[in-house]
């Protein structure tokens, strides 16, 4: 099916201003105006973040919805193709999100604004730790681009968890895609994107 509705997930002290975020909507403007875009800032708490988004998309059409998610992003996006049934695109997704947050308990600040600032609560571990949906078999088709040269996360565990996906497995790359344009073109025709 084609997709009429998609979702963009960002990643930990990330947002909508992320440059992949941005060229992702470029795309979708400028060449499919009758796809509806969503990328929500999301909030630091997991589950605050997860009902945002399942409210946001509640009316969307399952069928002809997909989530694209950037590392943080990419393991709430499993979830949402979860608990949807769409197609997803993950971006060096965090697999382990649970342990690998647990070092940045307390204050953090923005990505793309360092006055903004915000907690991040020792309850948000268990809030993902509920969010883990590694158990379940993908609901739908999932593809996975991942940079052997993540400097953030490891690229074993990306491809271990992800068996089913269609694999783009880059040789050297960082954990924030800069070459990201050279894979717009892949995730638009695995999207379907009307």
């Given at each position: 099916?084609?997709?009429t ?24 403007a400028?060449q ?18 997860m ?5 946001g ?19 709430y ?26 070092r ?5 600040t ?85």
């Open positions: 099916m084609p997709t509705h998609l979702l963009y997930l960002h990643g930990f002290r990330s947002s909508p201003q992320s440059a992949k975020a941005r060229l992702m909507a470029q795309r979708v400028s499919h105006p009758g796809v509806h875009w969503w990328c929500p800032q999301l909030p630091p708490s997991p589950h605050a973040a009902a945002l988004v399942a409210q998309i509640a009316d969307w059409p399952h069928s002809q919805m997909a989530v694209v998610g950037s590392s943080l992003g990419g393991f996006a499993s979830w949402v193709a979860q608990q949807t049934g769409c197609p997803a695109v993950l971006l060096n997704p965090a697999v382990h999100p649970a342990r690998d947050l647990e940045y308990i307390g204050e953090q923005a990505w793309h604004n360092e006055a903004e600032r915000f907690y991040f609560d020792p309850c948000f571990i268990g809030e993902l730790n509920a969010l883990d949906v590694r158990e379940h078999p993908p609901a739908n088709n999932q593809m996975a681009i991942v940079a052997q040269g993540d400097e953030v996360l490891d690229w074993r565990e990306m491809v271990a968890r992800y068996p089913q996906a269609q694999l783009h497995l880059l040789d050297g790359g960082d954990h924030a895609l800069s070459d990201f344009p050279d894979h717009i073109e892949a995730i638009v025709e695995f999207l379907q994107l009307v």
